[in-house]
């Protein structure tokens, strides 16, 4: 199994929306690099859910519930969607400001490639956020 982290704008689709659906595509990522990543997820893979914008935190939890297909709405054939299920939202977000005054989660790509929108999240960092977030990982 493998971590991941995604990045969404809260006010396009939030953890809340995804508590709501309970599965959703995650569509939209253009970036080539973001792309390779979501080629990379696999079913039952752990996916930490990142509220970019002004909230800037780690909010959730969620799963690969369908591995990488092609994206319905590109007439390239090149993009991929995966879907997600939703696990849970944390109780305590983790916040960018947090994890960049964590010296064990300054080699993640979320402090090094910030506009990376989907992204792996090593063990140890897993283990180090959840830590943060008050969760038994």
């Known amino acids: 199994m493998h971590y991941w982290l ?4 809260p006010s396009a689709y939030s953890i809340d929306d ?3 659906d309970g599965t959703s595509e995650w569509d939209g990522v253009r970036n080539a690099h973001a792309q390779q990543y979501l080629r990379q997820m696999d079913e039952g893979d752990t996916v930490l859910v990142y509220h970019s914008g002004k909230e800037k935190a780690v909010v959730g939890i969620a799963e690969v519930a369908r591995e990488k297909y092609l994206d319905p ?7 991929v969607w995966v879907d997600f299920k939703f696990l849970e939202k944390l109780d305590s977000p983790v916040t960018l400001s ?4 964590t010296s064990s989660l300054k080699s993640m790509p979320l402090v090094r490639i910030s506009r990376l929108s989907v992204m792996p999240v090593s063990g140890s960092h897993w283990r180090t956020l959840m830590k943060l977030a008050g969760h038994d990982a």
């Open 6 to 9: 995604v990045k969404t704008e």
């Open 18 to 20: 995804l508590a709501k």
């Open 73 to 79: 709405t590109d007439h390239s054939g090149r993009l």
């Open 98 to 101: 947090a994890i960049k005054a």
